[in-house]
């Protein structure tokens, strides 16, 4: 075993074939993603979980827990979240007049502005390669990946880690 190489589990055979091809698809396509990852940064200075977060709150306003629930997050990384799109004047946060434990988001002109002009994705070849699927083959990747990334986060929970949300804002 080579320095930083972590050891199978006792009974453990290692990692299948079809299992490597696997992850070195999901590799790719993160590499892929990436650039506009980046460009979204440097245009607009914001992360993906930002961008999905306002992205949700332009549809309507949100409770909170509500909405950490709909970006898969813990309540804690929401509250970051929310604390950097508040100081950019994005969203802004109420309590409930009727039951102060709830607090609603919503977004602000600036950001439905801001919502507005996050265009890029759709002019992707990541989007382009979407639109030349077949109903069925979108519908067929959309369940896989849903189910992949559930199972992805039902184990970061098992671990009490948010760590998709938590090296988003890393990041930023």
């Not at 506009?36 to 409770?63: F, M």
Request: proline share 4%; hydrophobic share 40%.
């Amino acid at each position: 075993m080579t320095q930083g190489q972590t050891p199978a589990p006792p009974g453990s055979t290692g990692p299948t074939e079809a299992q490597r091809r696997a992850l070195k698809a999901v590799v790719h396509l993160i590499r892929l993603v990436e650039p506009l990852i980046v460009d979204l940064w440097r245009s607009h200075e914001l992360t993906l979980a930002q961008v999905q977060c306002l992205r949700i709150l332009s549809l309507q306003p949100e409770q909170a827990g509500e909405l950490a629930k709909k970006l898969s997050m813990s309540s804690t990384s929401l509250t970051r979240v929310l604390e950097r799109l508040e100081s950019r004047g994005l969203v802004e946060r109420t309590v409930d007049l009727h039951d102060r434990r709830r607090i609603w988001v919503q977004l602000t002109e600036t950001g439905r502005s801001t919502v507005s002009s996050l265009t890029s994705w759709y002019q992707s070849p990541l989007f382009q390669a979407i639109q030349a699927m077949s109903a069925d083959e979108t519908a067929e990747l959309t369940r896989v990946l849903e189910d992949f990334a559930q199972a992805v986060q039902r184990l970061d929970s098992a671990e009490g880690v948010d760590s998709a949300a938590s090296l988003s804002e890393e990041l930023r």
